[in-house]
């Protein structure tokens, strides 16, 4: 039977469709492993086997056409005899199921051999083995069975040849359907939707990673059940530290130990005599070693209160109220406090209100109310690592393209409030003398090349009302007897400023014409408005090292040297001992500062081994700066001082490191004065 090919759209089907029995061809039944039907891919040429019945006839058929009907004869219809031959027509063998047996001959010719008498030999053909029994009857003739068996043959060729087109046509579209399988895509255009594919594989090792990371993480930071603890606790964060500290005060030899008075003792007290000459003023510790242990304990906590809203505050040690240190000497028995493992104070250290505005993309903006950090870009040379600023501060950070990052702070702060009720022993009060600090600051973060950044920004400072003002002239009957300028007087100070003095004593009887009841204060001579430029280089090249130079100048815009210089009475070079009585000496002041520093190591102490180690030289003429808020280790304190400062430190855990410094320094101008520090922090944070 002939096959038929079917094109359907755009995909191609092959349908293998069976001819009618009379279209003559025999022998053609479609193999078992060819499918009913098969599709091709689109744009898929189809290769179409030829029909049976199209094949070449062999010229054994064409010779013995005569010998055969033109339509087959079923094999279960009676025999007939031919009246022209003599002989029966024999219908087509017929299996069990209907196809024909010729459709189940070899595809190798048989060559069989009919035999002439009951003897021949059987075949293992059943067709030669019928057409014998038809001879050994008389049915047939020898001859025309030699005949039949050729004509048997050459439809098992034409069977053959069918079969194998067949095959070859399944072959090749079989080999286009793979080809069009591994086309490559066409070219996605920029709005196409890519979807990557993942293996299931692949999938579930992702998952299975993911779930311990995020597991580790919630068991070390404590969310990992969360129905445990309230859910206000999560927006609560506590932190603090302990330090213990050796602190080493030497004093070489040479100093002069009468140049030194303590003008921050006399101010917070009773206004020192001046005529009184059995009593000397207070003077600062010049020639005496001191070792003391020291501790300092900070705890404070954090409260995100939503919508960009933060507030938080820290409680912390202290011998005293100093802006500049929480340090408490162990054993000192001062004011009160302290000495034979008495209870030592702890005083509010910070206490503020914090709103940050996300503008996304790095840009973010901050608002500060309260006490609070220091929000400023600088070095310890100007502003103290344990300085807290009180007022109102705005900081801007923000991300520009290339890696430029500017930023600015800028803040109003009250660094003095008159008494409410000053002057106390004064029905009626004096006027206040308030002090504020006015600041601004802009400046960048720059990329420089692979492994530089760099950081800069300049800064003004402007304290207001922080100098001393001259008195109305008046003649102080006591100690207690105020003048209206005394506020002007600094509340606190460590030493290195210019001094004059605050009130303007008249000379009467009440105070025999200036010879007694001369109680003064004294004040800062100069004004301050301070310039600062800081700069700081690093460089991240050796992997977990960095290497960073820091350096800052600050120059006081407000001094004025001679009006300084004629009211100062301090900071002048010693009177020769053959000087006239009441000679003073120069005045050797100045208003610039600067420093340098190099930090080599880790860029935090965040795990055990992380260490840094560093270099730094500071030069401070008097008064550059306000001595009140620069560092309190250099020097013990002050400004009027130049030296260098080594220090390291190592992380012993992620929260618990060692470190040491020292400390070597002397005077800028005046008397000579040398001090050296040495100490050694052991501390942990938490």
């Known amino acids: 039977m002939p096959w038929k090919l079917a094109v359907v759209g755009m995909t191609a089907s092959v349908a293998f469709q069976a001819a009618p029995s009379g279209d003559g061809a025999t022998g053609n039944a479609l193999p078992d492993n060819v499918p009913d039907s098969l599709t091709l891919g689109a744009g898929v040429k189809p290769v179409i086997a030829p029909k049976v019945g199209a094949l070449p006839e062999t010229k054994e058929k064409k010779d013995e056409a005569e010998v055969t009907d033109s339509k087959p004869t079923p094999v279960n219809e009676p025999k007939r005899t031919n009246p022209e031959k003599g002989v029966a027509d024999v219908g087509e063998a017929k299996s069990p199921d209907g196809d024909s047996a010729g459709g189940r001959m070899?595809?190798?010719?048989?060559?069989?051999?009919?035999?002439?008498?009951?003897?021949?030999?059987?075949?293992?053909?059943?067709?030669?083995?019928?057409?014998?029994?038809?001879?050994?009857?008389?049915?047939?003739?020898?001859?025309?069975?030699?005949?039949?068996?050729?004509?048997?043959?050459?439809?098992?060729?034409?069977?053959?040849?069918?079969?194998?087109a067949i095959r070859g046509t399944v072959a090749q579209i079989a080999a286009a359907q793979a080809a069009a399988q591994v086309i490559d895509p066409p070219e996605l255009t920029e709005d196409a939707l890519r979807i990557p594919f993942i293996p299931d594989v692949v999938k579930r090792d992702l998952r299975d990673?993911?779930?311990?990371?995020?597991?580790?993480?919630?068991?070390?930071?404590?969310?990992?059940?969360?129905?445990?603890?309230?859910?206000?606790?999560?927006?609560?964060?506590?932190?603090?530290?302990?330090?213990?500290?050796?602190?080493?005060?030497?004093?070489?030899?040479?100093?002069?130990?009468?140049?030194?008075?303590?003008?921050?003792?006399?101010?917070?007290?009773?206004?020192?005599?001046?005529?009184?000459?059995?009593?000397?003023?207070?003077?600062?510790?010049?020639?005496?070693?001191?070792?003391?242990?020291?501790?300092?304990?900070?705890?404070?906590?954090?409260?995100?209160?939503?919508?960009?809203?933060?507030?938080?505050?820290?409680?912390?040690?202290?011998?005293?109220?100093t802006p500049v240190s929480v340090n408490q000497s162990l054993g000192l028995a001062n004011q009160g406090q302290g000495g034979n493992f008495s209870k030592y104070a702890l005083w509010l250290d910070r206490g503020f209100i914090k709103y940050d505005i996300d503008g996304g993309e790095g840009n973010t903006t901050s608002f500060l109310f309260g006490k609070f950090d220091n929000p400023f870009f600088g070095t310890e040379m100007m502003w103290d690592e344990d300085l807290g600023?009180?007022?109102?501060?705005?900081?801007?950070?923000?991300?520009?393209?290339?890696?430029?990052?500017?930023?600015?702070?800028?803040?109003?702060?009250?660094?003095?409030?008159s008494d409410f009720n000053f002057a106390t022993n004064h029905a009626s009060k004096f006027s206040s003398y308030d002090k504020w600090l006015y600041a601004l600051q802009v400046g960048a973060e720059v990329p420089i090349?692979?492994?530089?950044?760099?950081?800069?920004?300049?800064?003004?400072?402007?304290?207001?009302?922080?100098?001393?003002r001259t008195s109305k002239g008046y003649t102080p009957l006591n100690a207690q007897d105020a003048g209206d300028t005394d506020e002007s007087r600094p509340s606190f100070a460590q030493r290195g400023n210019t001094y004059s003095p605050l009130?303007?004593?008249?000379?009467?009887?009440?105070?025999?014409?200036?010879?007694?009841?001369?109680?003064?204060?004294?004040?800062?001579?100069?004004?301050?408005?301070?310039?600062?430029?800081?700069?700081?280089?690093?460089?991240?090249?050796?992997?977990?090292?960095?290497?960073?130079?820091?350096?800052e100048y600050v120059k006081n815009l407000d001094f004025d040297r001679a009006s300084v210089a004629s009211r100062?009475?301090?900071?002048?070079?010693?009177?020769?001992?053959?000087?006239?009585?009441?000679?003073?000496?120069?005045?050797?002041?100045?208003?610039?500062?600067?420093?340098?520093?190099?930090?080599?190591?880790?860029?935090?102490?965040?795990?055990?081994?992380?260490?840094q180690v560093g270099l730094g030289y500071r030069y401070m003429e008097s008064d550059a700066m306000v001595d009140a808020f620069v560092d309190s280790g250099f020097g013990l304190g002050g400004t009027n001082q130049q030296g260098y400062i080594l220090y390291g430190k190592v992380a012993l855990s992620k929260s618990v490191s060692l470190g040491a410094r020292w400390f070597s320094s002397r005077e800028v101008a005046g008397p000579p004065l040398r001090v050296d520090v040495l100490q050694v922090d052991f501390g942990a944070s938490f």
């Open 503 to 551: 009130r303007n004593i008249l000379p009467s009887a009440l105070n025999d014409f200036g010879q007694s009841k001369l109680f003064q204060y004294f004040g800062l001579t100069s004004g301050f408005k301070e310039l600062a430029v800081t700069a700081q280089v690093d460089y991240s090249g050796f992997d977990a090292l960095h290497m960073t130079f820091t350096g």
């Open 209 to 321: 990673e993911i779930r311990e990371d995020v597991m580790a993480r919630a068991k070390e930071e404590g969310w990992a059940a969360p129905n445990l603890m309230p859910g206000w606790t999560a927006r609560i964060r506590l932190f603090g530290d302990v330090r213990v500290r050796y602190d080493g005060s030497y004093f070489p030899k040479g100093n002069d130990v009468d140049a030194f008075p303590n003008f921050n003792a006399i101010n917070t007290g009773a206004p020192y005599d001046l005529s009184d000459p059995t009593v000397p003023p207070p003077h600062l510790n010049v020639d005496k070693d001191r070792q003391r242990v020291r501790i300092r304990t900070r705890v404070g906590l954090e409260a995100q209160l939503g919508d960009g809203f933060t507030a938080g505050f820290r409680i912390a040690s202290g011998q005293n109220n």
């Open 449 to 468: 090349e692979k492994h530089w950044t760099g950081k800069v920004a300049a800064a003004v400072y402007q304290f207001d009302n922080v100098e001393g």
């Open 106 to 164: 070899s595809a190798t010719p048989t060559q069989a051999k009919i035999g002439s008498g009951p003897s021949a030999t059987p075949s293992q053909n059943a067709v030669v083995n019928l057409i014998n029994r038809l001879v050994q009857r008389g049915i047939l003739m020898k001859e025309e069975a030699d005949d039949l068996v050729r004509q048997a043959e050459a439809d098992a060729e034409l069977a053959a040849a069918q079969s194998q």
């Open 389 to 417: 600023f009180d007022g109102v501060a705005v900081k801007g950070n923000y991300a520009l393209d290339g890696g430029v990052k500017p930023f600015f702070t800028g803040g109003i702060f009250p660094v003095f409030n």
């Open 568 to 611: 100062a009475v301090n900071n002048r070079e010693r009177v020769a001992a053959n000087a006239p009585a009441g000679s003073v000496g120069e005045f050797k002041g100045g208003d610039q500062a600067w420093t340098t520093n190099l930090r080599v190591g880790s860029p935090a102490l965040a795990k055990r081994g992380d260490w």
